[in-house]
């Protein structure tokens, strides 16, 4: 999702201030360029091409995918000749495995367009880089901020969702090819029966499978040990995808924005401290990212795989880019403008309730900056686990993850929906000329002379 970047004017008060304060403004106009927006916004609009469209969404991918995967094929062949297996077979391994990893990023993506799709919204484009997916969707205009927070956690939550329908799916999978193709030792086989395996599989620190296809593909059985391998890495790989969006809070993981869309709806956070709480676990992990990066680096270098320390080390580069993204966040919560950046949008109300000589009045809130007062709601359950609390019970949430595959919006039911919202909205302007009616006939009464009221009586 876009971050709206903001350019704040710096005062210049003599030629060696107008030079720091142009140098500092072009290195924080540098560093808005690094983080995660504007980088997959320039990669979506420069670095990119439409591979196909999915449900009438398009799929673009990005050229650095591309590169990266001829160059992990080309050290594949470079490798070639430490083991016994053929050439053929090991890079066909590696060539399945990333359209393993790249389909379970498009369905994690999906989960999140299709959700948006069902709260009113559609899908612009998936784009599919280096750093996995990001989907590009609009949101219904609303002016609720607790419905802008319930249908942001949604949509954030139904992308983590779909790994639990990927995961049980390719469970299916590995239980048809653990009884057609069976393990090398029949005797004294390593798992004795699928849901072991399933099991085993789903432990994504573990070997995995390793145990049963590295011996099938020793022996000489290809098929067997290519389907072994490729079920193993499809389950772990949805396990790890889960567990690092969901429970690894840096922004813009999941993680960050489930928690920061919790803290505001369920509990009431201000903005502000809920801004506060997700920098202090985001700049932490960036952190440990980076670190973590310039280790794996170092041992490649040492041991003599540089460029391939170099393509595994790409995560530091992620964790600089949430650091940007933080000192973007930090910068806004500074100025009072939280609400101009996606995530906090409920941080400013679209009115403001006064009170005066005649009760409370509801006024237009002009101000550019954030609210003080926390988000007052009482907070239902139902209000997060469903789409629409006021549709019928059969509207079940599978069908608001994929609704490509599970049925649409009824469009009848649409209609009915929006002849009630205009009939509603009808009412209201009609209370409202009648309030202004009054209170015109009100100020008219005020403004009327002792021989005005003497002549009409």
Known sequence: RA??????PIARSSNTGGASCSFLSIECTIMRGMGFSAQGQQQSDQCSMTVCTIC????????????????????????????????????MQQVLEFTILY???????????????????????????IFGGICFSTRQPTHDNRKILRDEFLIVAAGPMTHFFQAPAWGLVLCAVFFVCPQLDNTRPFFEHPGEAFL??????????????????????????????????????????????????????????????????CCGVPARRAACILLCVTIPCGILFIGYSLMALSRGLSAGYGGTA?????????????????????????ARRLHTHPLFQAARSWNRTERDVFGNVHRINVSDFDDDDPLH???????????????????????????????????????????????????IRARRMQILAQVDMQASDRQRTVRDLVDSR
């Not at 922004?251 to 928690?259: E, I, N, R, T």
């Not at 393509?311 to 930090?330: C, D, R, T």
């Not at 509207?395 to 919202?421: E, I, K, M, N, W």
Request: with cysteine; aromatic share 12%; charged share 15%.
């Open 3 to 8: 971050v709206v970047d903001s350019v704040y």
């Open 200 to 265: 085993a599989a789903l432990l994504p620190w573990g070997s995995g499978l390793a145990q049963v296809w590295m011996p099938l593909a020793f022996a000489g059985q290809w098929g067997s040990a290519l389907l072994w391998s490729t079920v193993g890495v499809a389950i772990q790989l949805n396990v790890a995808l889960f567990l690092f969006n969901v429970f690894f809070p840096m922004y813009p993981a999941d993680g960050s924005k489930l928690l920061v869309t919790s803290l505001m709806f």
């Open 377 to 427: 709601s009482n907070f239902r359950c139902k209000d997060l686990l469903c789409c629409r609390s006021e549709e019928s019970s059969d509207r079940s949430c599978l069908s608001c993850c994929c609704p490509c595959l599970f049925g649409q919006r009824d469009a009848g039911q649409d209609l009915v929906s929006t002849r009630a919202s205009t009939a509603a909205t009808e009412e």
């Open 310 to 334: 170099a393509v595994n080390s790409i995560s530091g580069f992620m964790g600089v880019m949430s650091l940007v993204e933080a000192y973007k966040i930090w910068e806004l919560r500074k």
């Open 103 to 129: 389909a379970t990023v498009l369905c994690h993506e999906f989960g999140h367009g299709n959700m948006a799709r069902r709260l009113g919204g559609e899908i612009d484009h998936i784009l599919l880089w």
């Open 56 to 91: 009438r969404a398009p799929i673009r991918l990005s050229y650095f995918v591309i590169l990266m995967v001829g160059y992990q094929l080309t050290q594949v062949a470079l490798r070639h000749g430490q083991t016994s297996l053929p050439l053929w077979w090991e890079l």
